[in-house]
């Protein structure tokens, strides 16, 4: 079966940086993805991740090694706004995107 | 320009009721899906289009559920009749689908809660 694993909760300090982990078993692999979900809101598009590497985009930057299957989202100098949860999702080989459940992020003074 | 919109907002029913769900996409996407949402969890595909046809229904339970997409812009999402385990929150996406990234963009859902 296709599978995208996540940390359920993690809690981080305004300021600091945060690294939440996706790991991923899927048939085949066309794409990853990130969203930034607020409680009572839409996901909103982050990253996406396509080839090996590091994608930097301001605050945000993702990595993804296919080899692994495994990628991180890395939020720097941390804002109470980012308290949300953050979605991973893999398209796959029928080009459909597997949800992992996300990882609540708590951002705390 | 305007994201995906979608209405109601927010829903409430009794069990065994009808409820319908509408959905704009972005302008120019072609691509347009339905998913449903449950607390603690990520999003579930129950429905894609492209243009206006449904090309992955898999997910859509029939027996109560049905969609369409007129004219391959705006989309409807009916529930007849809705159940206790129907109270979710009901997420339209819409995409270009063109070779690439083809992004997924969502609108703000509508909450559904069946009594």
Redesign the interface.
């Known amino acids: 079966g296709q599978n ?1 694993d996540q940390p ?1 909760e993690m809690t981080a300090t305004e300021g600091a940086i945060v690294q939440i982990n996706c790991t991923y078993q899927t048939s085949g692999f066309n ?1 990853l ?1 990130w969203y930034q979900q607020h409680a ?6 982050l990253s ?1 991740n ?1 080839l090996d590497g590091l994608e930097e985009k301001g605050r945000f930057s993702s990595f993804l090694s296919r080899s692994k299957g495994y990628s991180y989202l890395l939020l720097k100098e941390l804002q109470m706004k980012d308290s949300a949860s953050y ?1 991973c ?1 893999v ?1 796959d080989q ?4 597997i ?4 990882t609540k992020l708590i951002i705390k003074p | 320009e305007a994201g995906v919109v979608q209405s109601p907002r927010y829903k409430i029913i009794e069990k065994k009721q009808p409820v319908a769900f509408w959905c704009n996409p972005i302008s120019g996407h072609n691509t347009l899906y339905w998913y449903r949402q449950n607390l ?6 129950l429905i ?1 289009y492209e243009n206006e046809e449904a090309v ?1 229904d898999s997910q859509l339970p029939k027996d109560r559920f049905s969609a369409e997409r007129l004219k391959g812009v705006d989309s409807t999402l009916k529930i007849q009749p809705a159940e206790l385990g129907d109270s979710a929150v009901y ?1 339209c996406a819409s995409s270009l689908r063109t070779s690439g ?9 509508t ?1 559904l809660t069946v009594l």
Do not use: S
């Not at chain 1, 949800?99 to 996300?102: D, I, N, S, V």
């Open positions: 995208i359920t794409g993805f009572g809101e839409a996901p909103t598009f996406y396509v979605l999702a398209r029928n080009y459909q995107l949800w992992g459940a996300g | 603690g969890q990520g999003p579930e595909l894609r992955d997420l990234q083809d992004t997924q963009y969502f609108g703000p859902g909450r």
